[in-house]
């Protein structure tokens, strides 16, 4: 199961996200399910870093689907929408495919 920990603020900003874990839908190496994911949060990741001059920590480990993703500074509204998409996104696999799958839990930091 992917394990996803949203981090936000007092103002409910989205500051952050970690994931971990495989999701194991299906055979190994054709799990569409992890591809999604891994899709939707290197995207958002890039374009924060391209379309945008916010400060971020970032990190993919090369083994176990770990990655980590932190707001250092302000949020730009550009930002802001890009995360939000990517729960969006993230909600819609775990609405698709089952709660089995992805575990999407909310964290105040």
Excluded at 5 to 18: A, F, H, L, T
Excluded at 29 to 48: T, W
Excluded at 81 to 107: A, F, P, T, V, W
Aim: charged share 25%; aromatic share 8%.
């Amino acid at each position: 199961m992917i394990q996803v920990v949203v981090w936000r603020d007092s103002g409910q900003q989205i500051r952050g996200i970690d994931l971990d874990g495989h999701a194991g839908y299906g055979e190994e190496g054709e799990d569409i399910v992890c591809a999604a994911v891994s899709a939707l949060v290197l995207n958002m990741a890039n374009s924060v870093e391209a379309f945008t001059e916010d400060t971020f920590s970032g990190e993919a480990a090369a083994e176990g689907g770990g990655f980590s993703f932190h707001f250092t500074g302000e949020i730009s509204p550009e930002s802001k929408l890009l995360m939000d998409s990517l729960i969006l996104g993230l909600n819609q696999i775990r609405e698709e495919y089952g709660e089995q799958y992805i575990n999407i839990r909310l964290k105040e930091v």
